[in-house]
DNA sequence: TATACTATGATAGTAATACTATTATATTTG
DNA sequence: CAAATATAATAGTATTACTATCATAGTATA
């Protein structure tokens, strides 16, 4: 897979950046430096002066690629999203039987990031950390409407969508196929957060992955 | 069940504020407008002085009663899961048939708040809204560990622990009582989101309620 | 009734944040 | 080689998130 991958490029939404980030070094060196900034010192602290300190560059100059750093987030978090999607139907792609397909795709959006894969500057593992602590602040805003109007989510909603379809491939009569594929995605990040940091109010463990639970949480309800 | 209400204190953990918002006038000012000034600015707009200057107070004084805004944030939020909790225990007591405590419970958790209920000074319509938009931000923090250790987080896991219980007695064979409990309360505030801003990726709406799809999820799951 | 204590308010000040603007310099391209 | 472009350096602004100090009004107490 990684070969097949390695050219593979994330079409983001272009107005989220200036200018960009792929297009040029320093702008590589921005998103693979703002990731790993951003889970050691979490988004709030993080700012494009200490990020320039560490690349030796210079705020400004970020500033040519990203407005702000709300800006930079929902570049990541695309990014992110978009990786999925493509590990999503790479994976399930050749799967005829509905169920095998379903199942397939859940541990695919429920699974721990555990590798690096082949994109050199983008280290996916804390990528996926920086989305389970960051993500809904990308769009629990007051300028959630607008940013939505403007497309900034859609690589996101694709997803639920393409979740969505394979649910009501399994059972047309399902009443909730939206709400279930959005409940899984959203609820798979909150599991993963609650066994880290809350875990007297989870099952997830060392011994009990988020896909096992969610697996057995869609099977039931479908059918 | 108003009059039963008027004399609850909810009980918050002490450490949360540095002086009782509840023992004063300026206090009771306080918890009021920063309801309405958050639901109406958003929690990253929103500020101490801007606050101050709403209620004619003076930003100093507010200091005096919370550390900063991320803990006014927690007050809030622990306030909010406090009187849900009562509403819950208050509603379910006297059921006995699990199934139907249960489903009651759900509901409870899941309903859209429709009616400003005693608190004289707290609107709990508002302070829903504000919970679905910012609770996540008082947990998805570097500091949540420290925080949850202090016990700021106490009452939502009580709250998720009583829904689990019911789950627990409704299915002892169920293997993922927390996780579901969890995933309801945290669903819940998603779909109530998602139905505002991005109605695309869920089945609720106007004519089909959290609690709907809520209750079909988890009963189907259990026995 | 004097005084002491408490709550609140007013003012000032600081470091950091989140930018914008301008100018300088290095690199690429035509 | 000139021109265009990218980046860096520097300076400056308004706002935020506080802390500290002092003044004052009201209340409690001796």
Not at 91 to 110: C, D, H, Q, V
Not at 134 to 140: D, F, M, Q, T, V
Not at 197 to 218: G, K, M, Q, R
Request: charge should be neutral; aromatic fraction near 12%.
């Amino acid at each position: 897979m990684k070969h097949l991958l390695q050219d593979l490029k994330v079409n983001i939404n272009d107005k989220i950046y200036i200018k960009d980030p792929e297009s040029s070094d320093l702008g590589k060196r921005i998103i693979e430096h703002s990731i790993l900034m951003i889970q050691e010192i979490g988004f709030e602290s993080f700012t494009f002066k200490k990020l320039g300190e560490k690349i030796g560059s210079n705020e400004s100059s970020i500033y040519r690629y990203f407005e702000n750093k709300h800006k930079l987030l929902l570049y990541l978090t695309s990014w992110y999203w978009g990786w999925l999607e493509y590990q999503l139907v790479f994976a399930t792609n050749s799967i005829s039987n509905p169920e095998e397909k379903l199942k397939r795709a859940i541990e695919i959006i429920t699974q721990t990031i555990k590798e690096d894969s082949s994109f050199s500057h983008i280290n996916e593992v804390l990528l996926n950390k920086i989305v389970i602590n960051e993500y809904s602040k990308s769009y629990l805003t007051k300028e959630v409407d607008h940013e939505n109007k403007e497309g900034y989510f859609l690589i996101y909603k694709r997803l639920v969508t393409r979740l969505k379809e394979m649910i009501h491939e399994v059972d047309k009569k399902y009443k909730y196929p939206s709400s279930l594929a959005s409940t899984i995605i959203e609820g798979a990040l909150h599991q993963h957060f609650l066994k880290e940091h809350f875990a007297t109010i989870t099952d997830c463990s060392e011994d009990v992955s988020p896909s096992t639970y969610f697996i057995d949480l869609v099977f039931k309800s479908l059918k």
